[in-house]
């Protein structure tokens, strides 16, 4: 039990399941960030867009944010805050996304802090690569057309505009659109998470569809204890 008075800060490493090389990130989150929050603090920080059902599962029991069709929970997850589990150091618990494509999560407790004044913001502190395109069909076949547009299949286009001119480019312009995309699937822009978390602590919500990239490193003032 927490003392009276103290805010818990829970340092989080969320790995997407089933994917090689890892999609992870390092979150700072507060105690008092209920399920709802969290389950908009993962939407935001792994890059996914909320557009399919979701649920928590932490001590054997499911929690969810429901959506229109989905299937309902027997807690309201706006009630319900991260600090009622009492979770500690290196427990584990699992966040799924989109019932077809199963991704899941595993969400690892690395640190538990406690202080007078609650984490005013959620915070990215480290990240790798973005998560899958959600029309990918699932984690197998994410791993199987991310091996298909690959570099090598980038030097096949190359030698093909090499061998027959640059006017077979138009040929090629939809291959160079899906390679770019899953090329940049490495990439994981971690200031532009923390902008939309930001932005997400403050009430705004259209945290979604923000493209701008912020300067400022949120997470240096705070978790210099970390």
Known sequence: M???????TYQLH?????????????LLV????????LHYI????MGWSDDHLNRFTIHGK????????????????SQVRLADFQLREREKFFY???????????????AVAHSEHPLPTPVCLAGKRAVPPEDCGGPDAFLAKRQHY??????????????NGPEVVGDHLEEICLLVRWLSLEKFARKAVNCRLRQYATGDRDWLFVEEIENADPSSAYFGQW
């Open 42 to 45: 993962l939407q935001i920080a």
């Open 62 to 77: 499911d929690y969810g944010v429901y959506h229109p069709g989905g299937i309902c929970f027997s807690d309201d997850p």
């Open 96 to 110: 799924e996304y989109n019932f077809n494509a199963r991704w899941r999560h595993q969400i690892r407790v690395e």
């Open 150 to 163: 690959s570099v090598g299949y980038g030097l096949e286009i190359v030698e093909d505009i090499r061998y």
């Open 2 to 8: 927490l003392e009276p008075g103290t805010a818990a």
């Open 30 to 37: 507060s105690g008092d960030s209920t399920l709802a929050d």
């Open 14 to 26: 969320v790995s997407l399941i089933g994917v090689s090389p890892m999609i992870w990130r390092r």
